[in-house]
């Protein structure tokens, strides 16, 4: 038994079109009288998606879509694909009310969650959810593909925890995938990205990360979100200079290598950041982090400037 929301909305001179039958969601963002509107939203279980009438300042003329699951989280063998088509000049936010749960697996049973989206030319596309949680023994898959143009802009937070590490669950999930791809015109590869993590015979996830209870990485494209690219890494450059400057030693060009700093020593949050594409049109921030808090805090301070575009900014404390 599963609920079905949909809502249908004429857009300037565009026919409502039917949902694509495999997806359990389908959104479409377009112009309606001069603004930012969704002319068509579709989910099915075990997928919500709740379209607020307005987040933040009207006047950014921003729409915001808030992805949800029955029961706060998705279940063993749950495959949840969404497609969303942000039109022309449009701007859209996706983001969750909590973090992703994935709950203990089944067998071997996987989790699964597709996100496939079309931004427009001049438009804005911001997916900035919650990180994502899986339980002990989850299995889960997770792919993002983004079709854009050369004036497109997006925004990519895709973060995950070490699982419920306040009870003392901690790296204990089978297995854990997220692929991100940015395409341009024409199929062609901008931004392949991938991360696996699976235990292993000889060394577990949790001996792997040490003391790490964070994984997240920001993508930042398009010509509209140059000025946040180059102050975040001004600023991550900062950071980090100063955390992990190695100490002061003699010896010259022929001195002992640096040894990894020892636990006590490494800094709590970890980040560095990359550009990509054609003269640098996108940059790609990686981080590593002991608290969830911690990178709350780096995603609140890096992203407020986008609230001009978005009419809140992302992560805002309520």
Known sequence: MGEIMELDAVADGEPATPAAPTATGVVRVEKVRGRSA?????AKYPLKIIVPSKVGSASSGAVWLYSLTYGGGIVSGDRISCTVSVGDGCTAAMTTQASTKVYKAVGLKCSEQVLEATVGKDALFAVIPDPVTCFSTARYYQKQVFHVSGSSNLVIVDWFTSGRYES????DFSSYKSVNHIFLEEDQPLFIDSVLLEQGSNCSIAERMQEYNVVAMVVLLGPKLKR?????????????SVQLRPPTSGGGRYAARPQPLPSQKRPPLI?????FGHMGTGMVARIVAVST????????DHLAALEPFLGAAPYSAP
Not at 38 to 42: G, I, L, S, Y
Not at 228 to 240: F, G, S
Not at 293 to 300: K, Q, T, W
């Open 38 to 42: 969704v002319t068509r939203c579709f």
């Open 168 to 171: 003392g669950e901690i790296w």
């Open 228 to 240: 946040i690219q180059d102050q975040m890494q001004d600023e991550v450059k900062n950071m980090m």
């Open 271 to 275: 980040a560095s950041c990359s550009p």
């Open 293 to 300: 808090e911690s990178v709350y805090n780096f995603l609140r």
